[in-house]
C-alpha cells in the first residue's frame, strides 16, 4: 500500500510528537464526515473517512458480482483485490486495483451493500489493518462507526456525534442522497462484530440544532482544553 505524504502539526498541539490520531463515530448523517473533513483542514491533518473504504469495497463486489452472502466468496474475492491510498488535497481516497471509485461511492446499489458487507469479519480484518497503517507517522483525523472503539480504542482524542432521526433524514434528503439511513444504523448497531457505539470515553456531540463550523469548533477547544 502507497504511503500518504506527512502533514504539519496544527499549532495549538505543538508540544505533542507526531501520530495524533483524533476519531469521529456517530450514525449516518450526524455530521462526522463534514465535521471531520473541516477540522481536519483546520488542524492540517490528514481527514480519513473509513466508510469511503467500505464503500470502495461493496462497489468493487458490485462490479465483480460477488456473493456477499458467503464468506467464502468474500475471503477468495479480498485476496485478488489491490488496495492502495492516494492523497487528494489531505483527504485519504482508496483505489482498487488502481482504480478511483469516489464518484460512485453514494449509489443506491452501493448504499444498499455497505452495511452487510460490513457484518463480515474478513472485511473488517482486512480493512483494520489498512486503518491502522494509514495512522502509522501521520497526523489525522478518522470518521467511522467503530474507530474510537475498535480501530484505535487508546486515542484519547475521541469524539461521537449524533442528532435527531427526523434531523437526519432532513440532511440526507437534502444531500439528495437516496439512503436508508435508519435501516442502515439498525444493521450497524445490532452486528455482533463492531457495532456502532458510543466509545470509552469519547466526548458526546448532539449536533441537531449545530453547524458544521459549531460542531468543529466545539471539537477544537475540546481539543486545547485537554493540553
Known amino acids: 500500500?502507497?504511503?500518504?505524504?506527512?502533514?504539519?502539526?496544527?499549532?495549538?498541539?505543538?508540544?505533542?510528537?507526531?501520530?495524533?490520531?483524533?476519531?469521529?463515530?456517530?450514525?449516518?448523517?450526524?455530521?462526522?464526515?463534514s465535521v471531520g473533513r473541516l477540522l481536519a483542514k483546520k488542524l492540517h491533518f490528514v481527514f480519513v473517512s473509513s466508510g469511503s473504504y467500505y464503500r470502495a469495497l461493496a462497489w468493487s463486489a458490485l462490479q465483480e458480482n460477488i456473493d456477499v452472502s458467503q464468506e467464502t466468496n468474500i475471503l477468495v474475492w479480498l485476496k485478488t483485490l489491490h488496495l492502495e491510498t492516494r492523497m487528494n488535497d489531505g483527504e485519504a481516497h482508496p483505489l482498487i486495483n488502481q482504480v478511483d471509485p469516489m464518484n460512485q461511492l453514494f449509489e443506491k446499489k452501493v448504499n444498499v451493500l455497505?452495511?452487510?458487507?460490513?457484518?463480515?469479519?474478513?472485511?473488517?480484518?482486512?480493512?483494520?489493518?489498512?486503518?491502522?497503517?494509514?495512522?502509522?507517522g501521520l497526523n489525522i483525523v478518522m470518521e467511522g462507526r467503530d474507530i474510537g472503539s475498535v480501530v484505535f480504542p487508546e486515542t484519547r482524542w475521541?469524539?461521537?456525534?449524533?442528532?435527531?432521526?427526523?434531523?437526519?433524514?432532513?440532511?440526507?434528503?437534502q444531500e439528495g442522497e437516496d439512503d436508508s439511513i435508519l435501516e442502515r444504523d439498525r444493521i450497524d448497531s445490532t452486528r455482533q462484530l463492531a457495532p456502532l457505539m458510543i466509545p470509552k470515553g469519547?466526548?458526546?456531540?448532539?449536533?441537531?440544532?449545530?453547524?458544521?463550523?459549531?460542531v468543529t469548533e466545539k471539537i477544537f477547544t475540546d481539543l486545547k482544553d485537554s493540553q
Open 158 to 173: 475521541k469524539f461521537y456525534l449524533h442528532a435527531s432521526d427526523d434531523e437526519r433524514i432532513r440532511r440526507r434528503t
Open 114 to 136: 455497505v452495511s452487510p458487507l460490513a457484518a463480515s469479519s474478513a472485511v473488517r480484518n482486512f480493512l483494520l489493518r489498512t486503518l491502522r497503517e494509514l495512522a502509522l
Open 1 to 33: 500500500m502507497s504511503r500518504p505524504q506527512t502533514f504539519t502539526h496544527m499549532e495549538a498541539l505543538t508540544s505533542l510528537s507526531n501520530n495524533i490520531i483524533i476519531t469521529i463515530d456517530g450514525p449516518a448523517a450526524s455530521g462526522k464526515s
Open 202 to 214: 469519547a466526548t458526546v456531540i448532539d449536533t441537531t440544532h449545530l453547524g458544521i463550523s459549531e
